[in-house]
């Protein structure tokens, strides 16, 4: 991940909770990408996360309660060439 996020200039991750509702279910998941800084200040100021530096710059998580483990791992997978990021340590 440190890799890819130098080679493509990335600095910033964020910690999104989707949830889809429909008349029978609920589902929440957790969508993690990366933000540029505009976006960064938008959701610091504005939507209220909190920030976490780290060595690679920052991530940011809802105000709202989240399950964390001892240790939150970020990575970076590939499907089909397609790039994303992945996670442990996090559930909703």
């Known amino acids: 991940l440190k890799e890819y996020m130098k080679q493509k200039n990335k600095k910033n991750i964020i910690v999104e909770v989707v949830t889809i509702n429909n008349s029978e279910i609920e589902?929440?998941?957790?969508?993690?990408?990366?933000?540029?800084?505009?976006?960064?200040?938008?959701?610091?100021?504005?939507?209220?996360?909190?920030?976490?530096?780290?060595?690679?710059?920052?991530?940011?998580?809802?105000?709202?309660?989240?399950?964390?483990?001892?240790?939150?791992?970020?990575?970076l997978k590939s499907f089909l060439g397609i790039k994303s990021l992945s996670y442990k340590g996090i559930t909703v």
């Open 27 to 75: 589902i929440s998941e957790l969508h993690v990408h990366f933000i540029n800084e505009k976006q960064t200040e938008f959701y610091k100021t504005k939507k209220n996360y909190r920030s976490i530096e780290t060595e690679m710059g920052e991530v940011l998580l809802p105000c709202f309660k989240l399950q964390y483990d001892e240790e939150i791992v970020l990575g």
